[in-house]
């Protein structure tokens, strides 16, 4: 996004950190920003043949909802953080409306992107209920349901009991 290294530079980095995470079996943890058309070339070309080798999340999701399917069908997660709560994140807000909750985490972004009505002071863990709450309302469900599939979520991912 800012353009701090090559283009090329940067998918090479991509790919060999997605087959460090493979070979050590955990999984990625990826940001992506303005790049989703490289981003999923690059996860698909790593999965051709190998399915469900790779596992990880795309943090901090604000991409389109057709991103987050193909991500998701690719056996990826999505990660929801204050962005959610924000005025003009209407965008963010249909991926959750869209996407399945089975698919999701929710997360801080700490010390960035506090939820509404923190302004700009910085984030922190306990603001992270207000992001599930967020997605409880936006989805039409209890948030105890949100706390459940999310945790249960993160326990598959990170292989946690």
């Not at 999923?40 to 070309?45: A, K, M, T």
């Amino acid at each position: 996004f800012y353009d701090f290294a090559p283009k090329d530079d940067q998918k090479r980095a991509l790919v060999a950190q997605l087959r460090l995470a493979e070979r050590l079996g955990r999984p990625v943890l990826l940001h992506n920003r303005e790049s989703e058309q490289d981003l999923l070339g690059i996860l698909e070309s790593e999965a051709e043949g190998r399915p469900d080798r790779l596992r990880g999340v795309l943090h901090s999701f604000c991409a389109s909802t057709a991103t987050g399917e193909k991500a998701i069908a690719l056996g990826y997660l999505v990660s929801y953080s204050g962005m959610v709560t924000f005025r003009a994140a209407e965008n963010v807000r249909e991926s959750v409306a869209a996407l399945p909750l089975e698919s999701m985490l929710v997360e801080t972004d700490a010390p960035y992107l506090a939820p509404a009505p923190s302004g700009w002071k910085p984030n922190e863990p306990a603001y992270v209920g207000r992001v599930a709450a967020r997605l409880a309302e936006v989805k039409g469900i209890p948030l105890e349901e949100v706390g459940r599939a999310t945790t249960a979520n993160f326990r598959r991912l990170f292989g946690t009991p």
